[in-house]
């Protein structure tokens, strides 16, 4: 799941995510399903009715190792596959987005560089949603290329913190 499932060579820090569906997230309610990922070296770091996110505390060949389970079909399942699928398809904005995750990495630890991710993740989304409503592709691609541009400019000065005065 994610950036790495491209078909697109997009940079990524040495995590693998994988992202399990079930259609009842009831199923991990268990105390033998939480078992078996402790026994593993997983902690759960979050837990909310959409989904479950454990974390592996043992690196694995220099990889760190997230699971996300999540209702299949859900929201969240569609967007992470609107996401790659929008990505694939648009080489230039995986491009953008690579090179953005670059140079968070290379700024912040996880939790703030996931946090300053989403809004670029956020903006894909909307892109791929607007796509789906457009009939006239001519339309739809001189908007695409509007926002953009616009996605460009603001992610250049979101990774330096300025702003010029007058961007709003």
Not at 19 to 44: A, H, N, P, R, W
Not at 66 to 79: M, N
Not at 87 to 108: C, M, W
Request: aromatic letters at 14%; proline letters at 2%.
């Amino acid at each position: 799941m994610g950036s790495t499932a491209s078909k697109i060579n997009i940079s990524a820090k040495p995590n693998v995510d994988v992202m399990v569906g079930f259609d009842d997230l009831k199923i991990t309610d268990t105390i033998s399903f939480d078992q078996k990922f402790k026994k593993e070296g997983y902690k759960i770091a979050c837990t909310d009715p959409v989904k479950i996110f454990y974390k592996n505390m043992v690196n694995i060949n220099g990889y760190n190792a997230y699971v996300h389970i999540l209702k299949y079909g859900g929201r969240i399942w569609r967007d992470k596959v609107a996401f790659i699928d929008f990505l694939n398809n648009n080489p230039t904005v995986a491009k953008l987005y690579s090179n953005l995750k670059e140079k968070l990495s290379q700024k912040y630890r996880r939790s703030h560089y996931t946090q300053k991710k989403t809004a670029f993740v956020y903006c894909v989304l909307l892109l791929k949603r607007l796509e789906n409503k457009f009939y006239d592709r001519t339309e739809y691609t001189k908007l695409k290329d509007e926002i953009l541009d616009e996605l460009e400019t603001m992610f250049k000065y979101f990774e330096e913190d300025t702003q010029p005065d007058d961007y709003y």
